[in-house]
Every structure is written in structure tokens, then in C-alpha cells.
């Protein structure tokens, strides 16, 4: 299912973790708008056990795509992808931190090498890309930054506490910057799925089976409805795909299943129980 699209030619955007999944998904979408996409990952090749690339997601997107190579715990990878964004297309108007670590297990289970791991990779690269497209956005007057983030949630800490740590800690990003950019133009979203999307996490992690999952097509049309509007319309708003949608007059969600027939899984919301959803899924195995 698809909403129509907006008309984004002329833009640029830069979409992290776009190798595979969710940001694999919302590059081709921004792509098809006629958007120039900075196609941003580590994975230059793909591998059985980790499919997809930078290169593979360009090719799908055509010419207006530009892969970059990008370790989000870099600085300097990160100052670099801004910098080709924006020699590329001379300009930056979306920065969507779709790069995520994952790891649902309690604190007492978490060493202290994977939470600096998660806080890398989720929080401080947002925080570093953020610092990096602003003095290009507030020169244009216009952006708009979406990270992938829940919307805050104290009852879902049990049991997720350091993952959660660092994507509240986006959504904290994401509330101080629309509040301080405001002026200039730029506005700034969390974007969360309301239920398990097939992805490398979703399959490596064994949460569920395919069942249970939605397509990435629901997170990217999403991401086409929220940049149909101008960035400060929603800015400052942590946002469900689903209920976005819904505002956009999707009613019928069975297309974005993986399977036909199959049942949702819900990890937000009141459908979730607040995320504790293992009982369904089966025991997590953090890797």
C-alpha cells in the first residue's frame, strides 16, 4: 500500500543504516519523490548472513542516489557524509537516523562494552549528525530531522533499560532541537513502528517469525506522509507509523503484513502491553 507521495525534487536527504530494512526502504521511498538520497552505511558488500549494501540500495534508487561508506560511531565518517551530501547535491534538507544497535535484555545482563555500543551507535550519532547538517539547514531556512526513536515511556525500562537509555535519549535530542531550531525554520520528529518490522534485528534477534512482522513499506510511507508537510508542522512530535498513517487515511493495514492473514506484532502502545511481548515471540537472544 502506498499514500501519494510528495513532490521532494530538488531536496537532499541522508538516511543512515540504509543498507538493508527500514533504512533501505526510506531511501527508495525519498528516492521515488525525487529526492537525492546520500545512501548511508557500513556494508559495502553483502554477505549471507548480513544481506545488502550501500551499492545495492543506490542501484535501486538510480542516479540521484549517492552510496556512502559510514561508521555512525565516527565523527569524522559523519562530518564526511555531510560534507559529500552536500558537494553532491549542494544541499541537505532531511538527516533521518534510521542506524540503530539493538539489545533488549536487562541491565544486570548488559556489559558495559555493549552499552557504549548502543549509546554510539543510537544516541551520539544522532547527536553528531545533528551538529553536522544544522549550519547547512538554518543556511537554507528549511530541514527537517527524523530520528527513529519511541516516543518516552517510563513502564517499557524493565528489561531494556540500557537500549532504552540510549533511544530516549534521541527523543530528548529530537524535543531540544525542534524547540531551538524553530526559529530557523528546521523541525525535527521521532518516527517509531506500533509493531515488529521485518528487518536484519527482527530476524537475527528471532523476534518472532514472520507472522508477526510488517513490511518496512509501512515505516517509508510514513516517512512520506510526515515530509508531505511542511518540517514544522509536526516538529517536536514523537510519532507512530500507524497512527500517522491513519491521519493520512489508511485504513486497511493488512497489505503491510509479511504474510497474509498474519497478526501483528505490537511492541507500542496499548496493544503491547508495554512492549512485554516475549511471551508471544519467543526468548530474545542478544547477540
Known amino acids: 500500500m502506498a499514500i501519494p507521495s510528495p513532490d521532494l525534487t530538488g531536496k537532499a536527504a541522508i538516511v543512515t543504516g540504509a543498507s538493508r530494512g527500514i533504512g533501505k526502504a526510506i531511501a527508495i521511498a525519498l528516492g521515488r519523490a525525487g529526492c537525492g538520497v546520500t545512501v548511508a552505511a557500513k556494508s559495502e558488500q553483502s554477505r549471507e548472513d548480513l544481506p545488502g549494501s550501500i551499492h545495492e540500495t543506490a542501484a535501486a534508487i538510480g542516479p540521484n542516489a549517492l552510496p556512502v561508506r559510514c561508521d555512525v560511531r565516527n565523527a569524522e565518517d559523519i562530518a564526511g557524509m555531510v560534507a559529500q551530501t552536500v558537494e553532491r547535491f549542494g544541499r541537505v534538507d532531511y538527516f533521518i537516523h534510521n542506524a540503530g544497535a539493538l539489545w533488549w535484555r536487562p541491565l544486570a545482563d548488559t556489559p558495559l562494552k555493549r552499552f557504549d555500543l548502543i549509546m554510539d551507535v543510537n544516541v551520539r550519532a544522532g547527536f553528531a549528525g545533528c551538529t553536522e547538517v ?9 530541514g527537517h530531522v ?34 531551538e531550531e524553530r526559529g530557523n525554520g528546521i523541525g525535527a520528529s521521532t518516527l517509531w513502528p506500533a509493531t515488529a518490522v521485518e528487518s536484519a534485528a527482527t530476524v537475527n534477534h528471532q523476534m518472532g517469525t514472520p507472522e508477526m512482522w510488517r513490511k518496512a ?34 485504513t486497511d493495514f493488512e497489505p503491510y503484513n509479511c504474510v497474509p492473514g498474519g497478526k501483528p506484532l505490537y511492541i507500542w502502545g496499548p496493544q503491547a502491553t508495554t512492549m512485554r511481548w516475549m511471551e508471544r515471540a519467543g526468548a530474545l537472544r542478544g547477540k
Request: glycine share 8%; aromatic share 6%.
Open 217 to 250: 513499506d509501512i515505516v517509508s510511507d510514513a516517512v512520506l506522509a510526515l515530509f508531505s508537510a511542511p518540517p514544522l508542522q509536526r516538529s517536536g512530535q514523537a510519532l507512530i507509523d500507524e497512527e500517522l498513517l491513519r491521519e493520512h487515511g489508511v
Open 134 to 142: 544544522l549550519p547547512h539547514m538554518r543556511r537554507q531556512g528549511f
Open 146 to 179: 527524523l530520528l527513529i526513536a519511541p516516543p518516552i515511556d517510563l513502564e517499557a525500562l524493565p528489561g531494556k533499560t540500557a537500549y532504552l537509555i540510549s533511544k530516549y535519549g534521541l527523543t530528548m535530542l529530537m524535543l531540544g532541537l525542534a524547540a
